[in-house]
């Protein structure tokens, strides 16, 4: 997600509390980096966690190889809600990393969840 979404998720923090959704970033950068720049420089307040190696994000079928400006393999654009036990109750993801699901459309997908 480029930090406009996020931004946008941050300030609708509230809401997502109010539905039960904990919000989890997963970034390539190392944990070092993910602490410096999402948290004290960005001051996002939801939790972030490190994948360097790409595992999770592979798991998920979100890697993009081989990123233009960096040549590095990166994480896809994604946002899934997941139940209790882990599973997948709905999930989206984009080739286009400036169009992501808004906050509105995760909190809508949710209530719709049986």
Not at 6 to 34: C, H, Q, W, Y
Not at 70 to 76: L, N, P, W
Not at 83 to 111: C, H, M
Request: glycine residues 4%.
């Amino acid at each position: 997600m480029c930090h406009s979404e996020l931004r946008s998720f941050e300030k609708n923090m509230n809401k997502f509390n109010e539905a039960g959704i904990r919000i989890v970033g997963i970034s390539v950068d190392t944990p070092e980096k993910t602490r410096e720049y999402m948290l004290q420089k960005a001051g996002y307040t939801f939790t972030f966690l490190s994948d360097p190696e790409l595992e999770t994000i592979r798991r998920y079928d979100l890697v993009h190889a081989r990123e233009i400006a960096s040549g590095k393999d990166i994480a896809r654009p994604a946002e899934f809600l997941l139940d209790s036990s882990g599973t997948i109750r709905w999930r989206t993801i984009t080739e286009n990393f400036f169009r992501t699901a808004r906050p509105e459309q995760v909190l809508e997908a949710a209530k719709a969840l049986p």
